[in-house]
């Protein structure tokens, strides 16, 4: 147990050497913090005064105001919770939903591999976004509907990589050991193999994060993803889009905090995969291959 | 060739009548169904029964997805909701302006995507590298609907100098206003893939630049550019191509957000507003003709591939 968290502290201690993935972080818990303390902090995303309305960055707001007259700070501190609630829960779901199908595919192979993966593959048939659309028709415009189709467009990344996973570690030691002994396909599968592939799954979590914080705003951006009168990024910068004349740090602002969240994830996950793994670039590297010194 | 040609689309057959019927059965499960959006929230059971047995929403559901199938193969997706004309004819209309922009946005990526990737690989590690690199993850990383708003404020709201919402212009009839309107939503889609070109490219040739017939080629004495141009290039771009394909695919229907932020009027922004009014022939139309591109093009790849590289043996 002692080893596992002295390791861990050291990915941690490793992380906050490099300088990129060391802002990255400090720029994450500092949004999550104002997200989850938003309630105590001197905000009010809501206050209308329309006599106030579109004004630029000020000493009181510091940056500017809506065409309601709200505070656009504020509004974008309450939109980080619900980016960060809908991103994280739309991982979670393309996690639980993802790693059990990669690792059940991987351990069985054959038809069980195949029905799979073929689930997946028409997952994978439509863009993302197409596919997170046409969830909301169905589902009705709420923030649940958001969050579910972000997570369903995450479920085939989960299950490929858990399956690659599996697929190295089925033959080894021990693992045949557990199946001589008795063990059986689930205590294999979630005690044996599991544990042994927590990193390129929490790299992927990472990875993801970045991802969902991108489609969810996407959708917002398009008028479907969570409904007004709830803050969030997209549907700031859908709305800043009409007002690039009058009020052109209504659009840009919070699209610095939207795009400034995306970065650090994505550096975060870069970094943590070359920690955790040993290569510099999960959308490229196929394990070792083109790797960079 | 032909033979191959024709396997491939026999295992792509499946995909798409199993993604064909998910999105026909998506829609069917529609809580309260399609009826809702035909007949209007309002409508009394005179016109909730008219509308329901104009649409045949009566028949049983296999009956209702066996004709939808059959008119689908032969292109009749059925009459818009809202628009009261053909689905078919609908998206035909919005096709070219959609297409005409994912063929600008390649053009777009690949002129920024390969120099860059060329000039980080030759030093890599260098600090032209470290700029290249961080450039690419900017690139991927600035979300497109924000990128798409810089560049009206810069070049439309500021500057005068190209239109802040962009019409279809067909480039064969006025070139230079089809270019005006096709810049800025171009430069969008072309700068996020380009990170992932050069990206790729750049490992690709990091890896080759490694391989023996390099360093047979130096020890020859070739110059360096005839090495790094003619050679290197050419085994690099191989899987390349692979991507630009899937890239070109995506634009297809992954434009539904530049296409918004321009207001240009291709197939993504079609969806959109068949999905805002719940139009659900439309919907459907939409996402299956989208899906047939989106796996043509992948074919297309696969096949161009597969003659450009003779070690793979399509027989």
Not at chain 2, 58 to 73: G, H, K, M, S
Not at chain 2, 219 to 246: C, D, M, W, Y
Not at chain 2, 283 to 296: D, F, N, S, T
Request: net charge positive.
């Amino acid at each position: 147990m002692k080893k596992i968290a002295s390791r861990k502290l050291s990915i941690l201690g490793r992380l906050l050497a490099s300088k990129g993935s060391a802002l990255a972080l400090i720029f994450l818990v500092g949004i999550t913090l104002a997200a989850i303390f938003a309630d105590f902090l001197p905000l009010n995303p809501v206050g209308q005064k329309l006599a106030n309305a579109l004004k630029g960055p000020s000493a009181t707001n510091w940056f500017g105001t809506d065409e309601l007259g709200r505070d656009i700070l504020s509004r974008v501190i309450f939109g980080a919770r619900t980016s960060l609630v809908t991103a994280g829960g739309a991982v979670m779901i393309a996690a639980l939903v993802g790693v059990p199908i990669g690792l059940v595919a991987g351990f069985f192979g054959g038809w069980r591999d195949a029905a799979l993966m073929r689930f997946v593959d028409v997952l994978l048939a439509l863009p993302a976004i197409l596919f997170a659309m046409a969830m909301i028709a169905v589902l009705g415009r709420s923030q649940a509907a958001a969050l579910i189709a972000v997570g369903l467009t995450g479920i085939p990344s989960f299950a490929r990589i858990t399956r690659a996973q599996v697929l190295t570690l089925r033959k080894r030691d021990f693992v045949t050991a557990v199946e001589a002994f008795g063990g059986t396909a689930t205590y294999n599968m979630f005690r044996t193999i599991l544990p042994n592939s927590w990193s390129p799954i929490f790299v992927q979590v990472v990875v993801l994060c970045s991802v969902a914080i991108l489609l969810e705003a996407a959708l917002s951006f398009l008028g479907v993803g969570v409904p007004p009168p709830t803050p969030s990024w997209g549907e700031m910068l859908r709305t800043g889009k009409s007002y690039l004349h009058e009020a052109p740090y209504y659009a840009v602002l919070p699209g610095i905090v939207l795009t400034l969240t995306i970065l650090s994830f994505d550096v975060l996950g870069r970094a943590l995969s070359g920690l955790l793994e040993g290569h510099r670039d999960p959308i490229i590297a196929p394990k070792g291959e083109g790797a960079t010194p | 060739m032909i033979g191959f040609v024709l396997r491939r689309l026999l295992q792509l057959a499946p995909v798409l009548l199993l993604a064909s019927t998910a999105i026909w059965a998506m829609i069917y499960a529609v809580p309260g169904g399609p009826i809702g959006a035909i007949a209007g929230d309002n409508a009394n059971p005179e016109q909730i029964a008219a509308a329901t047995a104009q649409f045949g929403l009566d028949r049983p559901v296999l009956v209702q997805y066996a004709d939808w199938l059959w008119n689908a193969i032969r292109g009749d997706f059925g009459i818009s909701i809202r628009g009261r004309a053909p689905v078919l004819q609908l998206i035909g209309e919005r096709l070219p302006a959609t297409l005409q922009l994912a063929v600008a946005a390649t053009i777009v990526s690949l002129v920024i995507g390969i120099p860059v990737a060329i000039a980080s690989a030759l030093r890599p590690g260098s600090w032209l590298d470290r700029v290249l690199s961080g450039w690419s993850a900017l690139a991927l990383g600035v979300p497109t609907f924000w990128l798409g708003i810089l560049l009206i404020l810069v070049f439309a709201v500021e500057l005068r100098w190209l239109p802040s919402a962009s019409a279809y212009v067909p480039i064969w009839e006025n070139p230079i206003g089809a270019l005006r309107n096709l810049a800025l939503p171009a430069l969008t889609l072309g700068i996020y893939v380009s990170g992932i070109l050069a990206r790729f490219l750049r490992a690709s040739l990091v890896s080759e630049l490694r391989a023996d017939y390099v360093r047979t080629a130096r020890s020859k004495g070739l110059p360096e550019r005839q090495i790094v141009g003619v050679h290197i290039l050419r085994n690099a771009l191989l899987p390349f191509v692979t991507i630009v394909g899937l890239m070109m695919a995506n634009f297809i229907g992954g434009a539904v957000v530049t296409e918004a932020v321009f207001t240009y009027p291709g197939i993504g922004r079609l969806l959109i507003q068949a999905i805002s009014t719940r139009d659900y022939p439309l919907i459907q139309g939409c996402i299956v003709i989208i899906l047939v591109l989106y796996i043509a093009i992948n074919l297309a790849v696969d096949v161009l591939y597969a003659y450009i590289d003779p070690r793979i043996d399509y027989r």
